[in-house]
DNA sequence: GTGAAAGCGCTAACAT
DNA sequence: ATGTTAGCGCTTTCAC
């Protein structure tokens, strides 16, 4: 009895096999060059029955080429997700999905990822909810990488050549009109950070609205990882506090959540003396004690369409700077239907 | 003017304006074999100053080693992550932070990436809910790749060399006997699919507990993606149906936010009439109609526990198989508050 | 149509 | 302490 110790099998074991080179086996197997049909099939027969597959290393090195692309939630330390929220799950599954089937691999990089790794071998990246100053959009771009974001980036000097996202602008003032029609005479919102994009155009429009209309603004801006822990604390001091707010509208679904449930601490109606909306849906909002009005916002859309604009960039059919918008629907529920 | 293509520097490059060979390059920046003290700093500022960092498929190819890890969640097609829950997403975020603490780069690889990749350029993976068929399970096992999984793996015959789970078992028997004193006669159970051992394991305890008590035993296992709508359809049929269990043990937070609706729309009260319990713990329960009763089986710490077993019998620091349990804690609720 | 050979950028014996 | 050199496994140009 011998033993052998297994190798994985190589190129150059299949050209022995097939008794031909190794060039002719990664033609055969690549489908370049000539390749004599018969031969073409005798090696792809041996390498399958080898298990032969090419190790991705040496044909990343040998192509330059990564067939990888990075994905990262910016913001929340070592979380490849930091929020427990539906939108970024649905965001990476639809990009993740899409990278698969344009033959790129998706690759989740942690926000504190910067240069531990080296560089990370990807020829893009996708950056979902850009402050502007994640280290890994500069470390992509500065090794010839293209990096794409989900939100718009608010830095404008970023090495950003696209992105995709809602018309949150348009968004902000449907829900205010919505607000307004349902009898609410001074909407507010409770957002997160500032330097986040969806937070800035929220703000930025709902301000215009209120001015327009004489409405004295109510914008909460929450910084930090947002919990509904945050949310009832900060909604409780507003609703308590002077001249409150009589709708909030926010961002996160769980600040949704925890508003509701600071309304109902607080003996708070909903809707009736509060109406709350909700900038992203889920599951948790469609079952709340009272269902939450919020938008469809289509983030698997918005991943797959930043995967697609992403691919474009790096394989040169596209031309950037591009902007990709994706439409987003208001979901009126409970908890704005204070008419009928 | 003249344009230079911009090339990422190699450790020529860094050699050469050192005047040095690569040799030292390479030693000096990791901290290998001997350089002078003088010479070290030298190379390192210079490679600092051009911008030098290895790259990543050259070192891979000539150590052999990828210091990558593969993490799948089993089951949901081209979805990364196929159930919106809080669970997953936390074992995601331990696991990752974890395997970046330990040097390994966290991939996250769909349930539907086979082999269109080639061999995914991992040393080991961490499976989540296996069924035991995973072809990446056994395409990482070929290559002398490790593999662990977060929840027991059903088959016995599998390339696993360890996993990590809570006793569902036991956490079985006490949310059953808590149902109990709350003076609920008929308990049953609604849960994912019978090829995950959390299924299985809850089933088997769930059955010989009923039998023991010569209660009928109520057990439904919903296959396919497990969603609010599903479990709304199913709770309603078995709520309405003939002998009905008068408490429900389910597994996904959706699951149980799918129950209290149903509950709700068929006008039976929770948790009065109907008891309600999870096996996961979220926002979303926390912040129900009626706040559910769940297991709090800390997400976070398997995925990092998994983690640590994969690396430390990758680095052969560890044998298997081995077995790692994480403890569980049922956090009472009103959803199954009956008395007092 | 097929093969030889030169790299891709790095590590690690081994020699000096 | 530092340099030379032989791979790691693959792609690709260029002969044949």
Chains 1, 2 share one sequence.
Do not use: C
């Amino acid at each position: 009895m011998s033993y052998v110790a297994r190798r994985r099998p190589s190129i150059h074991d299949v050209a022995h096999e097939a008794g031909v080179s190794i060039t002719t086996v990664s033609h055969a197997l690549n489908g370049r060059g000539r390749v004599q049909p018969g031969t073409r099939d005798r090696v792809l027969e041996i390498a399958a029955r080898l298990g032969y597959s090419a190790n991705v290393h040496a044909q990343r090195l040998a192509t330059g080429s990564n067939q990888a692309i990075a994905l990262q939630v910016s913001g929340y330390g070592k979380n490849i997700v930091g929020v427990d929220s539906a939108y970024y799950i649905e965001l990476l599954n639809g990009a993740s999905a899409k990278a698969l089937d344009l033959g790129y691999m998706p690759m989740l990089a942690p926000p504190e990822l910067h240069r531990e790794f080296g560089e990370l071998p990807a020829d893009g990246a996708v950056i979902i909810d850009p402050t502007g100053s994640e280290p890994l959009l500069h470390s992509i771009a500065e090794n010839g990488g293209v990096v794409v974001t989900a939100g718009r980036p608010l830095k404008d000097s970023d090495p950003v050549t696209g992105w995709v996202d809602n018309d949150l602008p348009a968004v902000t003032i449907e829900v205010m009109d919505h607000l307004k029609a349902q009898g609410y005479v001074r909407p507010g919102v409770l957002t997160g950070p500032k330097n986040r994009s969806y937070s800035a155009d929220t703000i930025t429009a709902y301000n215009q609205w209120a001015a327009e209309r004489g409405i004295k603004a109510s914008v909460t801006a929450l910084r930090g990882n947002p919990t509904a822990e945050l949310a009832i604390r900060k909604a409780k001091e507003l609703l308590s506090g002077e001249d409150p707010p009589d709708a909030i509208y926010t961002s996160f679904d769980v600040f949704a959540l925890g508003i509701l449930r600071a309304a109902d601490e607080l003996g708070i109606k909903v809707p009736e003396e509060l109406g709350i909306v909700a900038t992203v849906d889920s599951e948790a909002l469609r079952s709340a004690s009272v269902p939450l009005t919020a938008i469809e916002n289509h983030p698997r859309q918005i991943g797959s369409e930043a995967i697609e604009l992403l691919v474009g960039l790096i394989r040169g059919e596209r031309e950037g700077p591009a902007v990709v918008t994706i439409p987003a629907e208001l979901k009126v529920r409970a908890s704005t239907m204070r008419n009928g």
